[in-house]
């Protein structure tokens, strides 16, 4: 899981990147909407990672709420 973690981080990063990329008031239109695409992409998986982590979450409370 720590692989993940690391891709979590690094996703992360990038994604606040291209958020200062954007901010940019010099920043060319299709550079602006090549960062806004890979924004996008990035912004699918993190919600796909997190997804995951919360199902694993449900999955410990339960498997440690049986053990009661």
Known sequence: MASKKINYQRLRTELDEIMGQLQREDIDVDEALKHYER??????????????????????????????
């Open 39 to 68: 924004g996008l992409i990035i912004v699918k998986e993190l919600e796909q990672y997190l997804g995951q982590a919360e199902n694993r979450v449900r999955e410990l409370k339960t498997k440690f709420a049986a053990k009661q």
